[in-house]
């Protein structure tokens, strides 16, 4: 039996920490982030979209995606931006799936699920477990407005357009509290694992 953990958290809650702890242990992990930088190059069926939808000026002159112009486009319409996620999000959960299926095949006792918007998306049919990267908010808020160097107004404009922190929180099946040192999340992660049934080779 393979059990399939959905790994999410909020921005600024530092998931990605807790991913490379896997990664690290060599623990199969799907990102859905790397999933959407792989299906939009050259020749993929979302890029052909893409480019069908928003025209050659999202291009490089090489042919590849220029994402930025592609983001200047959708970041200031909403209705651009409901295309461009119809036709990446099939895509990606597409790709996912297969990458998910084919692990479950392999018999692999874990593989991770790295989904940042799993909430929201609401994905939760995809997992068995779901795991949340959890930090309280004034920490999250701290943590955005020093490393992305921007105001605490801006900051929490990009923390509020995602469900809040304390929600996930309250609806995970584990828990892992981001707020201390590497060292404390790991034991906390171990101590799900081993409640989960899991070994990993540290």
């Given at each position: 039996?393979?059990?399939?953990?959905?790994?999410?958290?909020?921005?600024?809650?530092?998931?990605?920490?807790?991913?490379?702890?896997?990664?690290?242990?060599?623990?199969?992990?799907?990102?859905?982030?790397?999933?959407?930088?792989?299906?939009?190059?050259?020749?993929?069926?979302?890029y052909?979209?893409?480019?069908?939808?928003?025209?050659?000026?999202?291009?490089?002159?090489?042919?590849?995606?220029?994402r930025?112009?592609?983001?200047?486009?959708?970041?200031?319409?909403?209705?651009?931006?409901?295309?461009?996620?119809?036709?990446?999000?099939?895509?990606?959960?597409?790709?996912?799936?297969?990458?998910?299926?084919?692990?479950?095949?392999?018999k692999?006792?874990?593989?991770?699920?790295?989904?940042?918007?799993?909430?929201?998306?609401?994905?939760?049919?995809?997992?068995?477990?779901?795991?949340?990267?959890?930090?309280?908010?004034?920490?999250?808020?701290?943590?955005l407005?020093?490393?992305?160097?921007?105001?605490?107004?801006?900051?929490?404009?990009?923390?509020?357009?995602?469900?809040?922190?304390?929600?996930?929180?309250?609806?995970?099946?584990?828990?892992?509290?981001?707020?201390?040192?590497?060292?404390?999340?790991?034991?906390?992660?171990?101590?799900?694992?081993?409640?989960?049934?899991?070994?990993?080779?540290?």
């Amino acid at each position: 039996m393979t059990l399939v953990v959905g790994l999410t958290g909020s921005i600024a809650t530092g998931k990605s920490t807790i991913s490379n702890m896997f990664v690290q242990w060599s623990v199969p992990v799907i990102d859905a982030d790397k999933i959407s930088r792989e299906v939009v190059q050259v020749g993929e069926e979302a890029y052909e979209q893409i480019v069908a939808t928003f025209g050659r000026e999202v291009l490089r002159e090489d042919g590849t995606l220029n994402r930025e112009a592609l983001g200047n486009i959708v970041f200031k319409d909403e209705e651009e931006r409901k295309k461009l996620n119809n036709i990446m999000h099939p895509q990606i959960r597409k790709r996912m799936l297969q990458k998910r299926d084919q692990y479950v095949e392999n018999k692999e006792p874990l593989v991770v699920m790295d989904i940042p918007l799993l909430f929201e998306s609401e994905l939760f049919h995809y997992v068995d477990q779901v795991l949340v990267v959890y930090v309280d908010p004034d920490i999250q808020l701290d943590r955005l407005t020093k490393r992305d160097e921007i105001s605490a107004e801006k900051a929490l404009e990009r923390i509020n357009s995602q469900i809040p922190i304390t929600k996930k929180r309250d609806r995970a099946d584990a828990i892992v509290n981001n707020g201390g040192s590497v060292e404390e999340s790991e034991e906390q992660l171990m101590a799900i694992l081993n409640r989960w049934g899991i070994e990993v080779n540290t």
